[in-house]
């Protein structure tokens, strides 16, 4: 089992920043693709981004490349995800998820383990 905690959401303007947090414990981390996901409402959830916990291989949707930037812990067993820019339409739910490999990362059904949530909200 896998157990994640997100912390770090809130309230920013559109322009500001704001840094995610996902602590992982429960597992060997050397095999786990890491990814963030997003909900905001009234919409199906998207991914964001993943990193390879072992390589540091990230993996970035379109949408927030050159804003976004996640990286990894290994001393702390953390994921973060650095939001700069940050737009209106970035205000959403994110999540935390974890699969083993990276294939499918895109894809939430590939996920076994998820975090809780935290919400972000962009005011413009």
């Known amino acids: 089992q896998v157990q994640l905690v997100e912390s770090g959401g809130g309230l920013v303007q559109a322009g500001g920043s704001l840094r995610l947090s996902c602590e992982a414990s429960g597992h060997t981390f050397n095999s786990l693709f890491m990814g963030w996901f997003r909900q905001a409402p009234g919409k199906e959830r998207e991914f964001v981004a993943g990193i390879m916990w072992m390589t540091g291989g990230t993996y970035y949707a379109d949408s927030v490349k050159g804003r976004f930037t996640i990286s990894r812990d290994n001393n702390k067993n953390t994921v973060y995800l650095q939001m700069n820019s940050l737009r209106s339409e970035d205000t959403a739910v994110y999540y935390c998820?974890?699969?083993?490999?990276?294939?499918?990362?895109?894809?939430?059904?590939?996920?076994?383990?998820w975090g809780q949530g935290t919400q972000v909200t962009v005011s413009s």
């Open positions: 998820a974890a699969k083993v490999g990276a294939i499918n990362h895109a894809y939430e059904d590939a996920y076994k383990y």
